[in-house]
Protein backbone atom coordinates (compact mmCIF):
# COMPACT_ATOMS: atom_id res chain seq x y z
CA UNK A 1 0.00 0.00 0.00
CA UNK A 2 1.20 3.23 -0.69
CA UNK A 3 0.28 7.15 -0.21
CA UNK A 4 -0.56 7.71 -3.47
CA UNK A 5 -3.32 4.78 -3.74
CA UNK A 6 -6.79 6.18 -4.01
CA UNK A 7 -8.90 4.38 -0.92
CA UNK A 8 -12.65 5.07 -0.54
CA UNK A 9 -13.96 4.84 3.11
CA UNK A 10 -17.08 5.10 4.49
CA UNK A 11 -17.61 6.35 8.20
CA UNK A 12 -21.08 5.91 10.15
CA UNK A 13 -21.63 8.44 12.74
CA UNK A 14 -24.02 7.11 15.45
CA UNK A 15 -24.97 10.31 16.80
CA UNK A 16 -28.15 12.18 16.66
CA UNK A 17 -27.31 16.29 15.29
CA UNK A 18 -27.51 17.37 19.05
CA UNK A 19 -24.95 14.92 20.12
CA UNK A 20 -22.52 16.04 17.46
CA UNK A 21 -22.49 19.58 18.12
CA UNK A 22 -22.21 19.02 21.43
CA UNK A 23 -19.16 16.67 20.98
CA UNK A 24 -17.81 19.48 18.41
CA UNK A 25 -18.06 22.26 21.05
CA UNK A 26 -15.96 19.86 23.71
CA UNK A 27 -13.30 18.09 21.59
CA UNK A 28 -13.45 20.21 18.26
CA UNK A 29 -15.38 17.41 16.03
CA UNK A 30 -17.95 15.36 16.15
CA UNK A 31 -17.06 11.04 16.38
CA UNK A 32 -17.32 11.19 12.68
CA UNK A 33 -14.62 13.67 12.09
CA UNK A 34 -12.16 12.55 14.58
CA UNK A 35 -12.59 9.01 12.39
CA UNK A 36 -12.09 10.89 9.54
CA UNK A 37 -8.78 12.82 10.53
CA UNK A 38 -7.21 9.37 11.69
CA UNK A 39 -7.93 7.58 8.60
CA UNK A 40 -6.66 10.66 6.41
CA UNK A 41 -3.45 10.60 8.96
CA UNK A 42 -2.98 6.52 7.84
CA UNK A 43 -3.96 6.44 4.25
CA UNK A 44 -2.75 10.22 2.86
CA UNK A 45 -4.96 11.10 0.07
CA UNK A 46 -7.64 9.12 0.78
CA UNK A 47 -11.49 9.57 0.30
CA UNK A 48 -13.73 9.80 3.50
CA UNK A 49 -17.88 9.94 3.25
CA UNK A 50 -19.39 10.38 6.86
CA UNK A 51 -22.90 8.81 7.03
CA UNK A 52 -24.97 9.73 9.90
CA UNK A 53 -28.50 7.38 9.80
CA UNK A 54 -29.09 8.19 13.32
CA UNK A 55 -30.53 11.58 11.50
CA UNK A 56 -33.53 11.13 10.46
CA UNK A 57 -32.84 13.47 7.18
CA UNK A 58 -29.79 11.09 6.44
CA UNK A 59 -29.39 10.16 2.51
CA UNK A 60 -30.60 6.52 2.09
CA UNK A 61 -26.92 4.23 0.99
CA UNK A 62 -28.29 1.24 -0.88
CA UNK A 63 -26.02 -1.97 -0.67
CA UNK A 64 -24.48 -1.03 -4.20
CA UNK A 65 -23.77 2.04 -2.98
CA UNK A 66 -21.84 0.59 0.44
CA UNK A 67 -20.24 -2.45 -1.87
CA UNK A 68 -18.24 0.60 -3.87
CA UNK A 69 -16.39 1.82 -0.40
CA UNK A 70 -12.77 0.03 0.69
CA UNK A 71 -14.03 -0.33 3.90
CA UNK A 72 -16.63 0.79 6.56
CA UNK A 73 -16.20 2.14 9.80
CA UNK A 74 -18.76 2.85 12.65
CA UNK A 75 -18.05 5.61 15.48
CA UNK A 76 -18.66 5.42 19.16
CA UNK A 77 -21.46 7.66 20.41
CA UNK A 78 -24.19 7.93 23.19
CA UNK A 79 -26.19 5.39 21.38
CA UNK A 80 -28.18 2.41 23.50
CA UNK A 81 -28.35 0.08 21.22
CA UNK A 82 -30.91 -1.78 23.56
CA UNK A 83 -33.40 0.97 23.37
CA UNK A 84 -35.74 0.73 20.50
CA UNK A 85 -36.02 3.97 19.46
CA UNK A 86 -35.92 5.00 15.66
CA UNK A 87 -32.49 6.16 15.60
CA UNK A 88 -31.16 3.01 16.88
CA UNK A 89 -33.23 0.98 14.29
CA UNK A 90 -31.78 2.71 11.39
CA UNK A 91 -28.60 2.42 12.63
CA UNK A 92 -28.78 -1.25 13.07
CA UNK A 93 -30.74 -1.18 9.53
CA UNK A 94 -27.86 0.15 7.97
CA UNK A 95 -25.41 -1.92 9.62
CA UNK A 96 -27.21 -5.13 8.34
CA UNK A 97 -26.99 -3.35 4.49
CA UNK A 98 -23.19 -3.21 5.67
CA UNK A 99 -22.97 -6.98 6.15
CA UNK A 100 -25.08 -7.89 3.06
CA UNK A 101 -22.64 -5.67 0.88
CA UNK A 102 -19.55 -7.41 1.22
CA UNK A 103 -17.33 -4.22 2.40
CA UNK A 104 -15.13 -4.90 5.55
CA UNK A 105 -15.94 -2.79 8.53
CA UNK A 106 -14.63 -1.31 11.38
CA UNK A 107 -16.34 -0.10 14.35
CA UNK A 108 -14.94 0.81 18.03
CA UNK A 109 -17.03 1.05 21.46
CA UNK A 110 -20.72 1.63 19.93
CA UNK A 111 -19.30 0.23 16.80
CA UNK A 112 -19.13 -2.74 17.65
CA UNK A 113 -22.27 -2.83 19.79
CA UNK A 114 -24.05 -2.04 16.58
CA UNK A 115 -22.33 -4.43 14.76
CA UNK A 116 -23.57 -7.07 17.41
CA UNK A 117 -26.84 -5.97 17.25
CA UNK A 118 -27.49 -6.71 13.39
CA UNK A 119 -26.06 -9.49 13.40
CA UNK A 120 -28.12 -10.74 16.20
CA UNK A 121 -26.37 -10.40 19.45
CA UNK A 122 -26.98 -8.74 22.81
CA UNK A 123 -26.12 -5.27 24.58
CA UNK A 124 -26.83 -3.95 28.23
CA UNK A 125 -25.77 -1.31 29.80
CA UNK A 126 -22.20 -1.83 31.95
CA UNK A 127 -23.28 -0.42 35.42
CA UNK A 128 -20.99 -0.80 38.12
CA UNK A 129 -18.44 -2.05 35.48
CA UNK A 130 -18.12 1.56 33.36
CA UNK A 131 -15.02 2.23 32.31
CA UNK A 132 -13.74 5.95 31.72
CA UNK A 133 -10.32 6.95 30.35
CA UNK A 134 -8.28 3.58 30.24
CA UNK A 135 -9.35 0.00 29.65
CA UNK A 136 -6.95 -2.01 31.69
CA UNK A 137 -5.52 -5.57 31.29
CA UNK A 138 -7.27 -6.15 28.44
CA UNK A 139 -6.22 -9.78 27.39
CA UNK A 140 -6.23 -11.89 24.15
CA UNK A 141 -8.29 -15.15 23.71
CA UNK A 142 -6.56 -17.95 22.32
CA UNK A 143 -7.85 -17.04 18.92
CA UNK A 144 -6.80 -13.40 19.46
CA UNK A 145 -3.41 -14.38 20.01
CA UNK A 146 -3.49 -15.68 16.23
CA UNK A 147 -5.55 -13.04 14.71
CA UNK A 148 -4.64 -10.18 12.65
CA UNK A 149 -6.29 -7.55 14.00
CA UNK A 150 -4.42 -7.72 17.36
CA UNK A 151 -0.88 -8.45 15.99
CA UNK A 152 1.47 -6.70 17.66
CA UNK A 153 -0.24 -6.68 20.48
CA UNK A 154 1.14 -8.16 24.22
CA UNK A 155 0.01 -10.56 26.53
CA UNK A 156 -2.13 -7.79 27.97
CA UNK A 157 -2.35 -3.93 26.93
CA UNK A 158 -4.12 -0.66 27.87
CA UNK A 159 -6.31 1.09 25.78
CA UNK A 160 -8.14 4.76 25.82
CA UNK A 161 -12.09 4.01 26.34
CA UNK A 162 -15.19 5.74 27.06
CA UNK A 163 -18.07 3.94 27.36
CA UNK A 164 -21.61 3.10 29.42
CA UNK A 165 -23.11 -0.05 27.36
CA UNK A 166 -21.03 -3.04 26.64
CA UNK A 167 -21.69 -5.93 24.58
CA UNK A 168 -23.59 -8.85 26.65
CA UNK A 169 -23.58 -11.97 23.72
CA UNK A 170 -22.09 -11.91 20.60
CA UNK A 171 -24.24 -13.34 17.95
CA UNK A 172 -23.64 -16.89 16.51
CA UNK A 173 -20.71 -17.42 14.75
CA UNK A 174 -18.86 -14.48 16.16
CA UNK A 175 -15.28 -14.97 17.36
CA UNK A 176 -14.36 -13.31 20.65
CA UNK A 177 -10.37 -12.15 20.02
CA UNK A 178 -9.95 -10.16 23.66
CA UNK A 179 -11.45 -9.24 26.99
CA UNK A 180 -10.93 -7.60 30.54
CA UNK A 181 -12.18 -8.01 33.93
CA UNK A 182 -14.17 -4.57 33.22
CA UNK A 183 -15.86 -6.04 29.44
CA UNK A 184 -15.84 -9.63 28.44
CA UNK A 185 -15.77 -8.38 24.99
CA UNK A 186 -12.54 -6.01 24.27
CA UNK A 187 -12.75 -7.72 20.65
CA UNK A 188 -14.63 -9.97 18.38
CA UNK A 189 -14.64 -10.48 14.69
CA UNK A 190 -18.29 -11.04 13.27
CA UNK A 191 -19.33 -12.67 10.06
CA UNK A 192 -22.53 -12.33 8.23
CA UNK A 193 -22.50 -13.81 4.79
CA UNK A 194 -20.07 -12.37 2.56
CA UNK A 195 -19.59 -9.24 5.60
CA UNK A 196 -16.84 -9.12 8.17
CA UNK A 197 -16.43 -7.14 11.22
CA UNK A 198 -13.41 -6.28 13.34
CA UNK A 199 -14.45 -4.69 16.45
CA UNK A 200 -12.97 -3.13 19.75
CA UNK A 201 -14.66 -1.85 23.02
CA UNK A 202 -11.91 0.95 23.24
CA UNK A 203 -11.08 3.82 20.84
CA UNK A 204 -7.82 3.34 18.91
CA UNK A 205 -9.03 6.00 16.72
CA UNK A 206 -9.43 8.76 19.50
CA UNK A 207 -6.57 11.19 21.42
CA UNK A 208 -6.29 11.95 24.41
CA UNK A 209 -7.33 14.67 24.41
CA UNK A 210 -11.16 13.67 22.93
CA UNK A 211 -10.75 10.83 26.17
CA UNK A 212 -10.05 14.29 28.24
CA UNK A 213 -13.25 16.07 26.67
CA UNK A 214 -15.89 12.87 26.94
CA UNK A 215 -14.68 12.84 30.51
CA UNK A 216 -15.60 16.43 31.17
CA UNK A 217 -19.21 16.17 28.82
CA UNK A 218 -19.70 12.98 31.42
CA UNK A 219 -18.18 14.56 34.47
CA UNK A 220 -21.77 14.50 36.15
CA UNK A 221 -22.81 10.82 35.55
CA UNK A 222 -19.34 9.99 36.88
CA UNK A 223 -19.73 11.88 39.77
CA UNK A 224 -23.39 9.95 40.21
CA UNK A 225 -21.78 6.48 39.40
CA UNK A 226 -18.90 6.88 42.10
CA UNK A 227 -16.29 7.31 39.58
CA UNK A 228 -15.19 10.27 41.02
CA UNK A 229 -15.45 12.31 43.95
CA UNK A 230 -16.48 15.45 42.76
CA UNK A 231 -16.08 17.45 39.21
CA UNK A 232 -12.93 18.91 40.29
CA UNK A 233 -11.71 15.04 40.47
CA UNK A 234 -12.96 14.27 36.67
CA UNK A 235 -11.23 17.70 35.52
CA UNK A 236 -7.89 16.79 37.74
CA UNK A 237 -8.03 13.26 35.54
CA UNK A 238 -9.21 15.43 32.37
CA UNK A 239 -5.70 17.62 32.83
CA UNK A 240 -3.54 14.18 32.61
CA UNK A 241 -5.19 13.19 29.30
CA UNK A 242 -4.36 16.89 28.04
CA UNK A 243 -0.62 16.61 29.19
CA UNK A 244 -0.35 13.54 27.48
CA UNK A 245 -1.66 14.46 24.56
CA UNK A 246 0.78 17.72 24.54
CA UNK A 247 3.51 15.69 25.86
CA UNK A 248 3.32 11.94 25.58
CA UNK A 249 6.45 11.44 27.13
CA UNK A 250 5.32 13.46 30.42
CA UNK A 251 6.70 10.56 33.20
CA UNK A 252 4.55 12.37 35.69
CA UNK A 253 1.21 12.25 33.68
CA UNK A 254 1.98 8.70 32.58
CA UNK A 255 2.82 8.19 36.47
CA UNK A 256 -0.44 9.25 37.82
CA UNK A 257 -2.69 7.81 34.73
CA UNK A 258 -0.78 4.71 34.70
CA UNK A 259 -0.54 4.24 31.38
CA UNK A 260 2.51 3.26 29.01
CA UNK A 261 3.16 3.42 25.76
CA UNK A 262 -0.17 1.32 24.42
CA UNK A 263 -2.35 5.01 25.27
CA UNK A 264 0.30 7.62 25.01
CA UNK A 265 2.28 6.83 21.33
CA UNK A 266 0.11 7.48 18.81
CA UNK A 267 0.93 4.52 16.39
CA UNK A 268 0.92 2.01 19.20
CA UNK A 269 -3.20 3.29 20.29
CA UNK A 270 -3.67 2.87 16.17
CA UNK A 271 -2.71 -0.67 16.33
CA UNK A 272 -6.32 -2.14 15.93
CA UNK A 273 -7.26 0.25 13.17
CA UNK A 274 -3.63 -0.07 11.33
CA UNK A 275 -3.97 -3.76 11.51
CA UNK A 276 -7.45 -3.37 9.75
CA UNK A 277 -6.29 -1.69 7.06
CA UNK A 278 -3.52 -3.86 6.39
CA UNK A 279 -4.49 -7.35 7.08
CA UNK A 280 -8.29 -7.32 5.97
CA UNK A 281 -9.06 -4.15 3.68
CA UNK A 282 -6.15 -4.15 1.31
CA UNK A 283 -6.13 -7.93 0.19
CA UNK A 284 -10.21 -7.83 -0.06
CA UNK A 285 -9.79 -4.16 -1.97
CA UNK A 286 -7.29 -5.92 -4.54
CA UNK A 287 -9.91 -8.86 -4.75
CA UNK A 288 -13.14 -6.79 -5.01
CA UNK A 289 -11.89 -4.70 -7.41
CA UNK A 290 -10.97 -7.52 -9.67
CA UNK A 291 -6.34 -6.97 -9.30
Request: hydrophobic share 40%; glycine share 8%.
Amino acid sequence: MTAGESWRFLVVESETAEEQEERRRSAGKSAGESYRATLEQLRPGCEVVLAAPAQADAPPLSVAALAAFDAVFVSGSPLHVYADSPEVRRQIALMQDVFASGTPSFGSCAGLQVATAAAGGRVRASGARREAGVARRITATEAGREHPLLAGRGATWEALTMHGDEVEELPPGATLLAGSEAARVQAAEIRVGAGVFWGVQYHPELAPSEIAAALRRSKDELVKQGLAEDGEEVEAQAALFDRVHRDPDSRSARWRLRIGDDVAVEARRRTELSNFLEHLVAPTRQARRGG
